[in-house]
């Protein structure tokens, strides 16, 4: 019989969240049951539940930022164990044959992968994510925390740490690399603390230098506000990579200007209105603008391998259920430094 538990969500793009019950599927051949410990909240879960990013069906659960412990297993599941720590990010399942998910990239599928909530499972139901007490997942789709993170700590990275880690990585970002990362939020927090942690010389661009002591304790060189025009007359042709972390509309042409020769501009925040740039400013020093999103469970497993050898966990907020309203607020406001954690322990 499928399971019963408590959860937080939405019923509607207006209102507010609320504890409901939802059911979890039983435990089939290559599953995983996780009571779930820990959920992030990601800027993704307020543009999906008001409705800002497409069609939703509510009652939606978001939460694809899932840190908890494994509690059974199907009978074909070879890589996990009750007792297991392991977490669950934005994606639960692909179809495993398209030549992206052969290459371990599982957020290209060419036939869709499944979003770990407001998406449709293989057995035709809803998908729920991780603002609730446990969750099954396919096997293929669960990654291993290894025992030096935290939870708490490590539940953002299934979103926030691979969403910035896997272009630092596809661009080479490492010793003798200069790196910029634009804002310094949830998902800038973590760039910074990668990118210096793989070796590069990492400045942060930010609207203003109210967290400029934040950045340059997470181990950024510099930190420059934007808001000064003197910022990119100075930083001109500076980096290697910029690493754009929010979703406001920016000045590309501006921000081009501060790449080197075969400099790369990725980005990784959705702005709802189209951007322009000059093609000049990309032509005379043969410049790349490109985007990027999440991570293959390849990479994932990689990055909190390496964030266990660092001890690199997220800076986090921890907070009860029922304070998950007051938190999606202060999103909205930028008041979290650096991502709000919900401890699912309160759910009931």
């Not at 000059?278 to 390849?298: A, E, F, P």
Request: charged letters at 20%; aromatic letters at 6%; proline letters at 5%.
């Amino acid at each position: 019989m499928p399971e019963t538990v408590n959860a937080y969500a939405a019923r509607s793009a207006t209102g507010p969240l609320e504890p409901v019950t939802i059911e979890r599927r039983d435990v089939g051949p290559h599953d995983v049951r996780i009571d779930i410990k820990y959920a992030g909240i990601c800027h993704s879960d307020l543009h999906t539940v008001r409705g800002e990013w497409g069609p939703v069906g509510y009652p939606l659960v978001p939460g694809h930022e899932i840190a908890g412990i494994v509690t059974e297993v199907g009978p074909a599941v070879t890589r996990f164990s009750a007792g297991d720590r392991v977490g669950v990010g934005c994606l639960v399942d692909s179809c495993g044959e398209c030549a992206s998910c052969r290459r371990g990239e599982e957020q290209y599928c060419a036939n869709g992968s499944i979003p770990t909530y407001n998406g449709t499972g293989r057995d035709g139901r809803p998908t729920q994510g991780g603002y609730a007490e446990a969750i099954v997942v396919t096997e293929r789709f669960v990654c291993r925390i290894p025992d030096g993170l935290a939870l708490d700590a490590a539940a953002p990275l299934l979103c926030a740490g691979i969403t910035t880690w896997s272009p630092l990585r596809r661009w080479g970002a490492g010793p003798g690399k200069r790196v910029a990362v634009v804002g310094l939020g949830g998902l800038g927090h973590m760039g910074v603390k990668l990118a210096h942690a793989l070796g590069a010389e990492v400045t942060v661009l930010s609207q203003s230098l109210k967290k400029r002591e934040d950045g340059l304790a997470l181990g950024a060189a510099d930190y420059r506000a934007t808001s000064d025009p003197a910022t990119f007359a100075g930083l001109a042709e500076s980096f290697d990579l910029i690493v754009n972390t929010v979703s406001a509309p920016i000045d590309l042409d501006a921000h081009l200007s501060l790449l080197a020769v075969d400099g790369v501009l990725v980005n990784l925040g959705a702005p709802p209105e189209p951007l322009s740039l000059h093609v000049s400013s990309l032509s005379l020093k043969r410049r790349v603008v490109t985007g990027s999103i999440i991570g293959g469970l390849r990479d994932t497993q990689e990055m909190l391998d390496f964030c266990a050898e660092h001890r690199l966990g997220a800076e986090i907020e921890l907070i009860e259920a029922a304070r998950v309203n007051d938190a999606y607020e202060r999103v909205l406001a930028s008041d979290v430094r650096y991502r709000f954690v919900i401890d699912t322990a309160t759910l009931t």
